[in-house]
């Protein structure tokens, strides 16, 4: 075949269904050839399973890339409703000024909503289907917190999920996807099995490092379960904040057109996680129990060093990434030795940059949020340090080689609390996001780290996995799910129902 027409499209976003609806400015968006020029350029800003896959296929072959649309959204509300249409004509659009196409790749997350949709994203691949028709490979690549419904796995030939969490292989899978797609345009024929187990597991729950747990330990057996025959086993938690009716743990087996197979695996993995349900419940640690813990650590330099991760204000689960829970407590203890990011507050940072460094002031965390879960809080402050928060990722976190732009940058000292201020929100991925504006992380006593778990890819090379905490304080991502109230999941759902039952499909 001669360069094979290739569109490559997708949207990246992980609603959660209680933070603050998400708008056009709100989003990130790439067309046309930018997205191509960017995923092929030193330090990327698109997503990992962009520039993985565009590298593979430059590398496997001659390729006409035909970008459309790439709408980056992160991890935030809900998408209004209009503006998901807007995107969707734009896709639609796109792919049919590009046809005839040899294939679709889908540089997707697969954990979308919107104020009017429950799955933007199988709505995105049925769209493509019927453009492109049944014989042209859609491929997609999805993040492990997708949402996956049955239209997205019907109208795709080959899905990949991160099996990564922190994700870093995401540039790897995007690779696969691109092989993937070569082998379909050689004429592979792929057959898929699915299965949603009603097992909603808290997000902290789903590490996938050897000794985490029991996903760690099901997406492990299912890669040693890959052969000529089992092409991909893709094992997807789930992301607890969406509240859709496709919310649950998703078994996905793409095998070579092998139909028995895909189900047999599917139906065996999904029941060892059913097995082990009881083991998807967290260990949180109370607030005052964090703060004793540092205020102990913070006299005491014989004792190590520990990372508090505020998961339940995580911006990489649509937590605002500002709550100020831990650091009203650890300012008004004295603890001595901390550090705390990344707190999103525009405004603040703004006002430090104006006052310079040196400057003492009253600093006013969240004087223009609303969500109620972020109190003001006033304290006074001193700027020690200011950037412009553009820096590279470090290696072996999930960032790693990619751009990352915080955006103005200030670092306050409040009281004993080294706090960095940020102006796009974001979680902290690795001690980068520290040391760049010059807080040393390894002379830290306690790191608070507004992140759920991604944070522990870059932090490893200076934490053991003892050595961090998980707070259990409000917010948007609070591994507690009895703080919200579902009203779109399929019940009875575990654990938000303990004697939820499940039974194999027959098939
Ligand atoms: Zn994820």
């Keep these: 075949m001669a360069a094979p027409r290739i569109a490559v499209l997708g949207l990246h976003h992980e609603g959660n269904r209680w933070a603050p609806v998400v708008f056009r400015q709100d989003m990130r968006i790439t067309r046309g050839d930018a997205l191509i020029d960017d995923s092929r350029a030193p330090h990327p800003r698109v997503t990992g399973g ?58 997707q997350h697969g954990a979308g909503i919107s104020t009017g949709s429950h799955d933007p994203d199988g709505e995105m691949y049925a769209l493509a289907r019927r453009i492109v028709g049944p014989k042209v490979p859609i491929v997609t690549i999805l993040d492990l917190h ?11 030939d080959y899905v990949a999920a991160y099996i990564t969490n922190p994700h870093v292989d995401q540039m790897a899978r995007g690779a696969e996807c691109a092989r993937a797609m070569r082998a379909l345009l050689g004429g592979l024929k792929t057959a898929k099995a699915f299965i949603r187990l009603p097992i909603q597991a808290p997000q902290v729950t789903q590490l996938t490092a050897p000794g985490t747990g029991p996903y760690s330990e099901v997406i492990a057996y299912g890669q040693t379960q890959l052969d000529a025959t089992v092409l991909n086993v893709s094992i997807l938690g789930g992301f607890t904040y969406g509240d859709t009716p496709y ?40 607030l005052d129990d964090c703060v004793a813990g540092a205020v102990a650590r913070g006299d ?5 060093a520990v990372v508090i991760a505020d998961v339940a204000d995580n911006p990489g689960g649509g937590g605002r990434g500002n709550t100020t829970w831990l650091l009203r407590a650890l300012y008004a203890a004295e603890a001595k030795g901390v550090i705390l990011g990344h707190m999103f507050d525009a405004p603040l940072a703004a006002e430090a940059h104006a006052l310079g460094v040196g400057a003492r002031f009253e600093a006013h965390f969240n004087r223009a949020e609303t969500d109620e879960r972020s109190q003001p809080f006033r304290v006074p402050a001193e700027v020690v340090g200011l950037s412009d928060g553009v820096f590279v990722g470090q290696e072996g976190g999930s960032r790693a080689g990619m751009t990352v732009d915080l955006g103005p940058t200030a670092v306050l000292r409040v009281g004993t609390v080294t706090v960095v201020v940020i102006t796009k929100r974001q979680q902290t991925i690795d001690p980068g996001y ?12 306690t790191v608070v780290v507004k992140s759920r778990g991604h944070f522990r890819a870059g932090f490893s090379k200076y934490f053991r996995p003892d050595q961090i905490i998980e707070a259990d304080v409000p917010g948007l991502t609070s591994p507690n799910l009895g703080n919200f109230e579902f009203r779109n999941v399929v019940r009875p759902l575990y654990p938000l129902d303990r004697d939820a039952t499940w039974t194999p499909p027959a098939w």
């Design 247 to 286: 919310q649950g743990m998703a078994f996905i087996v793409t095998t070579r057109d092998d139909p028995a197979r895909a189900k047999a695996l599917c139906r065996e993995l999904a029941q060892r996680a059913w097995d082990a349900r009881q083991r998807f419940v967290p260990h949180l640690t109370q």
């Design 50 to 107: 962009t520039v993985g896959f565009v590298r593979e296929m430059d590398a496997t072959g001659p390729w006409t890339p035909m970008p459309i649309v790439l709408a980056d959204a992160g991890a935030a509300g809900p998408l209004d409703h209009a503006l998901l249409g807007e995107i969707k004509e734009e896709m639609r659009r796109g792919l049919e000024a590009a046809m005839p196409l040899d294939g679709v790749y889908f540089a």
């Design 300 to 304: 005491d330099p014989a004792l190590p």
């Design 434 to 445: 520290f040391e760049n504006v010059g807080v040393s992380v390894t002379d830290a006593r």
């Design 146 to 156: 997708a949402m996956v419904s049955d239209e997205m796995v019907d109208s795709v």
